[in-house]
């Protein structure tokens, strides 16, 4: 078995992990470093030389795809939520405007001695 190519998808798993956790605990700032690591991993696996069945039965082992998968929808969920809260912040902003501007427009000013 590859030892070399066990490592890096251990590795690789481990990072996984630490990009689950980061996104669970609304760590947005790491994420750019763990996503540029684990992106070096993958570079490093794809240069390797290897068996496509060593791989799936490492990947298996590991639990990779469970991983990759629970992953993609934790991050579709995270940008989901942040779109709806954009969306949301940009209505009100909206909303405060066009009242501001309605009240401004509509007021009528007297300006008479008594």
């Given at each position: 078995?590859?030892?070399?190519?066990?490592?890096?998808?251990?590795?690789y798993r481990e990072h996984?992990?630490?990009l689950l956790e980061a996104?669970?605990?609304d760590n947005i700032d790491s994420l750019e470093g763990l996503l540029a690591k684990r992106q070096e991993l993958i570079q490093l696996i794809n240069s390797?030389?290897?068996?496509k069945k060593e791989f799936s039965l490492i990947c298996s082992e590991y639990?990779?795809?469970a991983l990759e998968q629970k992953l993609t929808m934790m991050t579709k969920t995270k940008?989901?939520?942040?779109?709806?809260?954009?969306?949301r912040f940009q209505d009100?902003?909206?909303a405060s405007k066009s009242y501001g501007k309605n009240?401004?427009?509509?007021?009528?000013?007297?300006?008479?001695?008594?």
């Open positions: 078995m590859n030892l070399e190519l066990k490592a890096a998808l251990n590795s996984t992990i630490e996104l669970e605990n390797m030389k290897y068996d639990k990779l795809p940008m989901d939520s942040s779109k709806r809260e954009m969306e009100r902003k909206i009240l401004n427009n509509d007021s009528i000013f007297f300006n008479k001695k008594i």
